[in-house]
C-alpha cells in the first residue's frame, strides 16, 4: 500500500491565497518531510518535522504533524507565482534511510 | 558548497541501448540515493549506498539496473539494455549519515531518460 497520498492532487489558487496541501501516512515515523519540485527541475527540500514536533514554521511555510491521524498538512501563506510546483511528503523508512513519496500536489498560483 | 549533481540532465536513447547516469553526491556524505519518478507517478526509491556498499537494493526494479560507487564518492547507474517502461526522471540524492533517521536527504536535478 502507499506510504504517502497527498490531497488534493491538483490545487489552483489566486496569488496572495494561502495553500494547504495534506498528507497522509499509514506506517510509524521517525519524521516527515516535504519536498518542492519545480516543472522540470529537481526536488528541494523545505522542511522536516520529528515525530516528538506537532507544528514547525519555516518563512511562509507552517507544516503540522498529528501522528495520532498518521497525518501532515503544509500551508504557505501569501502564496507568490513562484511557489507554483508540485509538493510531495516523504517519510523514512524506520531502521533505513530510503525515503516514502506521496504522490504530490500540483499546485498552481494564478497571478 | 556544491549540491548534488546530476549527469546527463537529459538523455534520449533507443530500445536495446545502454545508458549510464552519474551522480556526484555533496562532499563528505556518506548516503546516496537513487530514485526515479517514472510516467508521473510517485517517487520510487531504487536504491542505498553507505559509502561504497549497497545497504539497501530492494528498489532496483530488475538485473538491466547496475548501481556502483567507486571509492565512496561518485556513483553511476547503468541500465542495459534499456525499455520503454525505464523512461522517467532518475534522481541522486546525499546525506551526510550523521544523524540516523534524521537525516535530510538533498536531491540532485534529476536526469530525465526517455527510451524511444
Known amino acids: 500500500s502507499q506510504q504517502g497520498e497527498e490531497d488534493p492532487q491538483a490545487l489552483s489558487i489566486q496569488e496572495g491565497e494561502n495553500a494547504t496541501m495534506n498528507c497522509s501516512y499509514k506506517t510509524s515515523i521517525n519524521n516527515l518531510q516535504w519536498y518542492r519540485q519545480n516543472s522540470g527541475r529537481g526536488l528541494v527540500h523545505l522542511i522536516l518535522i520529528r515525530s516528538n514536533e506537532r507544528e514547525k514554521h519555516s518563512g511562509r511555510l507552517r507544516v503540522t504533524l498529528d501522528t495520532s491521524k498518521k497525518s501532515s498538512s503544509l500551508l504557505i501563506t501569501a502564496s507568490r507565482a513562484a511557489d507554483t510546483a508540485s509538493y510531495f511528503c516523504a517519510t523514512p523508512n524506520f531502521g533505513n534511510e530510503k525515503l516514502t513519496f506521496g504522490t504530490g500536489t500540483r499546485l498552481t498560483i494564478i497571478p | 558548497e556544491a549540491g548534488v549533481t546530476q549527469f546527463p540532465s537529459h538523455s534520449v536513447i533507443e530500445k536495446g541501448q545502454t545508458v549510464t547516469l552519474r551522480c556526484d553526491p555533496i562532499s563528505g556524505h556518506d548516503n546516496l540515493y537513487w530514485y526515479r519518478r517514472v510516467m508521473g507517478k510517485e517517487i520510487k526509491f531504487l536504491l542505498h549506498?553507505?559509502?561504497?556498499?549497497?545497504?539497501?537494493e530492494s528498489g532496483m526494479p530488475n538485473n538491466r539496473f547496475l548501481a556502483e560507487r567507486t571509492g565512496g564518492t561518485y556513483s553511476t547507474l547503468k541500465v542495459q539494455p534499456a525499455e520503454l517502461e525505464d523512461s522517467g526522471v532518475y534522481f541522486c540524492a546525499s546525506s551526510p549519515g550523521t544523524k540516523r533517521g534524521a537525516d535530510t536527504q538533498y536531491f540532485g536535478p534529476g536526469t530525465r531518460l526517455t527510451v524511444l
Open positions: 549506498f553507505v559509502k561504497e556498499s549497497k545497504q539497501d
